[in-house]
């Protein structure tokens, strides 16, 4: 079959806009009107797209602008060819749609679709049962009290054998490091140990160890890490076009973006297949403790596509979430040496009180013990939520409990980087950064409702991995505090954030390395 002209493509693309445009003209016409915030009027025909397009790059500081001039911090948003929905920061709406009427938010067509190619029917993609059957096999594997031990184990394990040591290399020879790639490298290391039982020794290749020093295996576990993240960012993107069919159009003409979203998929699922027959082979060999180990032991039933599908939604959550939240705590920690101080304190206190030193490693209890660590991290994720924005879609008509009516079909998000700058939830200084907040009369940490602190979702699908999560970056915030000192490389400069499945900085997060002197 002979490619279409540039020319064919364009007239085609033409002609489905202005069919679409027409039918959404024709609908909007035949439908009781809508009630739009007086703050936020759509434009005639076209919605609110003139409103959107020139803040694009700056999507994230946008909305929230917009819900916080709202009267109560929600709007109805219209895009062409009639795509609507409501996009909230209401804290009554969100427990509304995760948890009072959770049966009529789904994730729904819309989301499920658009991320279908890469995660096709894992738990983070799903509905209905087959969301049920996986949230029921995974939330009690990670109810194990052997799961949770394996997952300690992994982290220590990258802590000390490959992240501080590459610190020390970094600090010895000068270097400035890109902390976010490297809390992305150290997370798909441990992701991978725990969801598939591999070691792909991204962090660092000329450290001994993972496949990526290994001659035979190198290549395709450094070309997996790369695909993946390719095609998470790309898988991301689908969700900021201004007209959504636009992506559909550039996938069935297999140009662009779509096909290098197709063939980093294909990278991914085709070294995810070899270790899912890997690991159906060992089973009667010998135990193992990975995730999909674990799965494959529980049932006979389940087919490699569903193995593929739930074990790339768990590496995705892995990789993605903790090193963003590393990223921007690190960040943030930079401009604030007193909330430093206040963290090494207690470090030391906790050493002192388990009998440890500098260079020993935090058990689970100590690190239970760090409250103000815990509340450090946990006041970094409100205002910078690893995961920014979430979405549902509406099964049937509804009114929020805020008034808001909302239409069968249409799209619900709630903005989860929005809510912790929203004066209605955290009160006028929303926007400082204040660890203390979580801090009650006795110095324990206090915590919050889920559906006001939304970075770990909220309801039935609340994340299972929170408790793992925590675990995890105050391990490696501890353990590099007490050792190195962490210079940012351009002082005053906030990051360019961007939207993708997490917020991520579009530039990195340059810093100095130094050795701690006590």
């Avoid at 290391?189 to 039982?197: A, P």
């Avoid at 619900?412 to 912790?420: C, E, F, K, L, P």
Wanted: charged letters at 25%; glycine letters at 6%; aromatic letters at 12%.
């Amino acid at each position: 079959m002979e490619s279409l002209s540039f020319e064919s493509i364009l007239l085609l693309l033409s002609l489905f806009l202005l069919s679409s445009l027409l039918l959404s003209i024709w609908r909007r016409t035949t439908k009781e009107p809508i009630a739009y915030s007086p703050s936020f009027k759509p434009y005639p025909l076209v919605g609110h797209i003139l409103h959107y397009l020139p803040n694009q790059h700056r999507v994230a500081d946008w909305l929230s602008e917009v819900l916080a001039a709202a009267p109560t911090n929600t709007v109805v948003l219209t895009m062409p060819v009639d795509d609507h929905g409501v996009v909230t920061a209401n804290i009554s709406n969100v427990e509304h749609i995760l948890r009072t009427n959770f049966q009529n938010y789904p994730k729904g067509e819309r989301f499920l679709t658009t991320l279908h190619d890469f995660l096709g029917s894992g738990i983070f993609n799903a509905d209905g049962k087959t969301w049920r059957d996986q949230r029921k096999t995974a939330s009690f594997e990670f109810n194990t009290r052997s799961l949770r031990s394996f997952v300690v184990q992994c982290v220590k394990q990258e802590i000390q054998t490959r992240l501080l040591p590459l610190l020390e290399k970094i600090s010895a020879n000068g270097e400035v490091v890109d902390l976010q790639n490297l809390f992305e490298r150290f997370a798909f290391d441990n992701v991978c140990k725990v969801s598939f039982g591999l070691d792909p020794g991204y962090l660092d290749p000329e450290l001994a160890g993972g496949l990526a020093q290994d001659k035979n295996g190198g290549d395709s576990a450094t070309s997996f890490a790369e695909a993946f993240r390719d095609a998470t960012h790309l898988s991301a993107g689908r969700f900021w076009y201004a007209i959504q069919r636009l992506w559909k159009i550039k996938k069935i003409f297999d140009i662009g973006s779509e096909r290098r979203l197709r063939e980093s998929i294909l990278t991914v699922h085709e070294f995810s297949d070899k270790i899912i027959r890997s690991r159906k082979e060992e089973k009667q060999k010998d135990e193992k403790h990975d995730l999909l180990s674990r799965f494959v032991a529980s049932s006979d039933n389940y087919s490699d596509k569903f193995l593929q599908d739930i074990v790339i939604s768990f590496l995705l959550a892995g990789r993605e979430t903790t090193s963003s939240a590393l990223s921007w705590f690190f960040w943030i920690l930079s401009s604030r040496p007193d909330v430093e101080a206040k963290i090494l304190d207690e470090t030391r206190s906790v050493r002192a009180k388990n009998g440890g030193s500098e260079t020993s490693w935090y058990n689970f209890e100590g690190l239970k013990e760090m409250h103000y660590l815990h509340a450090a991290i946990s006041e970094s994720m409100r205002l910078y939520p690893p995961v920014p924005a979430n979405q549902a879609q509406a099964m049937k008509d509804d009114v929020l409990p805020d008034g808001t009516r909302i239409k069968k079909g249409w799209f619900i998000s709630y903005n989860a980087y929005a809510m912790g700058r929203m004066e209605a939830n955290w009160g006028k200084d929303c926007i400082e950064y204040r660890p203390e907040r979580w801090i009650d009369a006795d110095g324990t940490f206090q915590q919050e409702s889920p559906f006001k602190f939304t970075a770990f979702h909220a309801g039935p699908r609340m994340c299972l991995g929170k408790e793992m999560a925590y675990i995890q970056m105050k391990s490696i915030v501890a353990s590099i505090l007490e050792r190195f000192v962490m210079e940012i490389e351009e002082k005053g400069r906030c990051p360019e954030k961007v939207m993708s499945l997490t917020l991520r900085m579009k530039d990195g997060l340059p810093f100095r390395v130094k050795k701690r002197n006590y």
